[in-house]
């Protein structure tokens, strides 16, 4: 009895852990695995925020700045809507789908502009610094398309 008060034995521990993956898999659905795409990949845009402007402070480009802010925004306001989005309504998964596009073509300016500027900038000091900022855009922009890509699947899902 006190061994319980204080805390899970290791039996109920295991069974605890048995039945918690279960309902984890059991709760994976197309629904569920965009919503944590699309909020990972949204918080990952505002953690890294900090390599895109050290990026952009190396790139001789007006408007890559503005283009990353945009960016920026649009991940957050995807964060927002994911959170808030529901499985049974349709008119919020089509209206995050649209979000998401928004992103990933203001995303997709971004990552063209900065590797533009880095093919064409002739001295850059640091490189890899450039580089590894491309590399990230990049990889968000295919965690948002899949994103976008399972929710317009679930709204079909919806829908019938």
Same mark, same amino acid.
């Given at each position: 009895?006190?061994?319980?008060?204080?805390?899970?034995?290791?039996?109920?521990?295991?069974?605890?852990?048995?039945?918690?993956?279960?309902?984890?898999?059991?709760?994976?659905?197309?629904?569920?695995?965009?919503?944590?795409?699309?909020?990972?990949?949204?918080?990952?845009?505002?953690?890294?925020?900090?390599?895109?402007?050290?990026?952009?402070?190396?790139?001789?480009?007006?408007?890559?700045?503005?283009?990353?802010?945009?960016?920026?925004?649009?991940?957050?306001?995807?964060?927002?809507?994911?959170?808030?989005?529901?499985?049974? *309504? #349709?008119?919020? !998964? %089509?209206? $995050?789908?649209? +979000?998401?596009?928004?992103?990933?073509? /203001?995303?997709?300016?971004?990552?063209?502009?900065?590797?533009?500027?880095?093919?064409?900038?002739?001295?850059?000091?640091?490189?890899?610094?450039?580089? *590894? #900022?491309?590399? !990230? %855009?990049? $990889?968000?922009? +295919?965690?948002?398309?899949?994103?976008? /890509?399972?929710?317009?699947?679930?709204?079909?899902?919806?829908?019938?």
């Amino acid at each position: 009895m006190l061994k319980q008060q204080k805390g899970l034995t290791k039996m109920d521990s295991k069974t605890y852990t048995k039945t918690g993956l279960s309902a984890i898999i059991k709760d994976l659905s197309v629904f569920n695995i965009a919503k944590l795409l699309l909020v990972v990949v949204s918080l990952s845009s505002l953690l890294l925020t900090s390599s895109y402007v050290h990026a952009i402070l190396k790139l001789e480009n007006a408007i890559v700045g503005f283009i990353m802010f945009m960016f920026i925004l649009m991940s957050v306001m995807t964060l927002f809507q994911s959170v808030r989005m529901h499985e049974d *309504k #349709a008119l919020s !998964l %089509i209206g $995050n789908t649209i +979000i998401i596009i928004i992103t990933v073509v /203001i995303g997709y300016q971004l990552y063209k502009i900065c590797n533009d500027a880095f093919l064409n900038q002739a001295k850059l000091n640091d490189p890899e610094i450039v580089k *590894k #900022a491309i590399g !990230l %855009i990049r $990889n968000e922009l +295919i965690g948002f398309v899949v994103g976008a /890509i399972l929710l317009v699947v679930q709204t079909v899902k919806t829908l019938r």
